[in-house]
């Protein structure tokens, strides 16, 4: 009782439910347990903030997925929703309408499935912010010789860590495929490494047999 007094949706029939979380299977799993099934679920994720976005959001993605409509979850987001019924329908003309607000503002918008987002994001959204506490962590700073593309490491460094750690945390947390890339990121740091110090063997070795053949 005391959970249905706090609960907004309580008494509202069939309300339309969006997210905007930058973690989406995580987010769908736990509204299709706990959400009542009258509740329409539309997973989103505008994937600009307010600096990206705050000259106009022309052009820049706003990925969703119709998740749930008319008590009919749709799988991957699917448009298509075989129940015909009138409940269905001004359902679905609801989350059009939502959408429509973000496409007259010129965002581009991408239905995917909140499965395949994760997996872009984890390595898209997850490495940039995972990389931008790598090199926050090196303490970089400023030099008077400084490159454009160092300077653009210091804005990336800068980006990434002025968001919470929370925010960087949950990222990891709740994408399943987080942890698969922190392991890539590392064998390809080893790579590299070992790739400089094949290198520097090669040449140690060239150079002794040069002087083996001048002596």
């Known amino acids: 009782q005391s959970q249905q007094q706090q609960d907004p949706t309580t008494g509202v029939r069939g309300p339309l439910i969006v997210d905007v979380l930058s973690v989406k299977e995580h987010a769908r799993d736990v509204m299709l347990q706990y959400l009542p099934v009258e509740c329409d679920i539309l997973c989103t994720h505008p994937m600009f903030g307010p600096d990206s976005g705050k000259n106009g959001w022309t052009g820049l993605p706003f990925v969703y997925e119709r998740t749930r409509v008319g008590s009919v979850v749709l799988e991957g987001g699917d448009n298509d929703n075989n129940n015909d019924n009138e409940e269905d329908m001004v359902g679905m003309d609801r989350v059009e309408r939502f959408l429509s607000i973000w ?113």
């Open 103 to 215: 496409e007259e503002e010129g965002c581009a918008m991408i239905p995917m499935s909140c499965a395949r987002h994760d997996a872009y994001a984890a390595n898209s959204q997850f490495v940039t912010h995972l990389m931008g506490r790598i090199l926050g962590a090196q303490g970089l700073a400023e030099t008077p010789i400084d490159t454009k593309g160092f300077q653009s490491v210091l804005k990336l460094v800068e980006g990434t860590t002025a968001d919470s750690f929370d925010l960087f945390y949950g990222l990891y947390r709740y994408n399943k495929n987080s942890q698969e890339t922190i392991l890539n990121l590392r064998s390809a740091m080893d790579d590299v490494v070992d790739g400089l110090i094949a290198k520097d063997q090669s040449q140690q070795q060239q150079k002794q047999q040069q002087q083996q053949q001048q002596q």
